[in-house]
Nanobody, 115 residues
């Protein structure tokens, strides 16, 4: 059974940091490209960051320089380190796995940036 389970969300003050985790199971994690997306109610899901199976990373312009995506294939986990958080970063964050036509979504974790 394929599962992607996000964790690490919560309430943080502007300028603060959070690290999201996404634990994968039920598929060969190391061979999948991983992405983080986020969504605000009433808006489309927005791409945040991408890390291919072989390493490297790509970020949306809105988070470049503040967020870092990484993966630990030994732990079947992808991370999103978020710093200098702003109220506009408030959203539900989802991880996504893709290899060819196979793709899976997690259930999401809420991040709220507010004073």
């Amino acid at each position: 059974q394929v599962q992607l389970v996000e964790s690490g969300g919560g309430l943080v003050q502007p300028g603060g940091s959070l690290r999201l985790s996404c634990a994968a199971s039920g598929f060969t994690f190391s061979s999948y490209a991983m992405r983080w997306y986020r969504q605000v109610p009433g808006k489309e899901r927005e791409f945040v960051a991408f890390i291919p199976s072989a390493g490297g990373s790509i970020y949306s312009d809105s988070v470049k320089g503040r967020f870092t995506i990484s993966r630990d294939n030994a732990k079947n986990t992808v991370y999103l380190q978020m710093s200098s958080l702003q109220p506009d970063d408030t959203a539900v964050y989802y991880c996504h796995a893709r290899r060819g036509l196979d793709n899976y979504w997690g259930q999401g974790t809420q991040v709220t940036v507010s004073s």
